[in-house]
């Protein structure tokens, strides 16, 4: 199916997280097709939607990140109700809460009530991450050494594609591979479930880790709408209350396995400066701010 002929779909609320425009490990052009393709009353921007960490080592902005930034204010001037809880990687968001910019609200953390009366509590969950909160330096190293691994994914995805074989997450594999990993991302689920039940509601909604998923632990419903640089994913809830994670890089109009922009073009695009002039509104100041940060 191509981008002209999939249809729109409509939910109740969407839930998007670890975005991290101002990275080349961004797939901003996959989340600029789910967005295009799915309407919502309420989305929910979760947290690290800009990366301010990366930005404020080297500027990185092209097209396809204005594009993002422009269909999401868009969507709040036709009526979307749009909420963004800033994460660790655009915690500089954090100074605007409860303040609305471009019709975007800025706030610390939310409670979303579905169709079936369940009450979730939303949040990034960056607190609730023992290394973020008492060892940020070790954070940040993780944070480099992250993007090494996405950068060896891609290279390693380019040589599946000339075998025409599909897009196969590297980063992903070894997350759940690796023992300490996948004990991390137990505890930080069982963390913030607690959390929800501590606060006496029904569940929880958050990002951060890079790990969608979606389980009842001890009667909270846990749910983790995963990431827009490995796995494509986005938490939905459907007109009766039910909750999915969708898997974009399955329904995407648009292919990784595309063949990839002529070089020159490549490096015209990864080049690209920021326009203020093309980015209105409250991300656009996020950005900038984000930029000046010493």
């Keep these: ?48 939607i800009v990366d301010g960490w990366r930005l404020r080592k080297g500027w990185f902005w092209p097209q396809a990140h204005n594009d993002v930034v422009q269909k999401v204010l868009r969507k709040a001037r036709k009526g979307t109700k749009v909420l963004f809880i800033p994460g660790n990687h655009d915690e500089f968001a954090r100074d605007y809460a409860d303040l609305k910019f471009g019709d975007i609200e800025v706030v610390r953390e939310a409670v979303h009530q579905t169709a079936d009366g369940r009450r979730l509590l939303v949040i990034h969950g960056d607190a609730f991450d023992g290394v973020v909160k008492y060892a940020k330096w070790l954070a940040h190293l993780g944070d480099t050494a992250y993007t090494l691994a996405l950068w060896l994914n891609h ?114 695009e990864i080049e690209c400066e920021y326009s203020s002039s093309r980015t209105p509104g409250f991300l656009r100041s996020m950005v900038s701010f984000a930029r000046l940060i010493p």
């Design 1 to 48: 199916m191509t981008a002209d002929t999939l249809p729109t779909r409509r939910y109740r609320a969407i839930w998007i997280s670890d975005v991290h425009l101002g990275t080349r490990g961004c797939k901003a052009e996959y989340l600029l097709d789910f967005l295009r393709h799915t309407e919502s009353d309420t989305l929910y921007l979760v947290g690290d």
């Design 155 to 268: 290279w390693f995805n380019e040589a599946r594609r000339r075998l025409d074989l599909p897009y196969w997450s590297l980063s992903a594999y070894l997350k759940h591979k690796v023992k300490n990993a996948v004990q991390y991302i137990d505890n930080y689920e069982h963390t913030m479930a607690e959390e929800a039940r501590r606060l006496g509601v029904d569940g929880v909604v958050c990002g951060h880790i890079h790990h969608a998923e979606m389980r009842d632990l001890n009667g909270i419903v846990y749910c983790n709408d995963g990431d827009w640089v490995e796995s494509c994913t986005a938490l939905v809830e459907h007109a009766d209350g039910r909750l999915e994670v969708l898997h974009w890089l399955a329904e995407a109009a648009v292919s990784l396995a595309a063949p990839s922009p002529p070089a020159k073009d490549k490096a015209k």
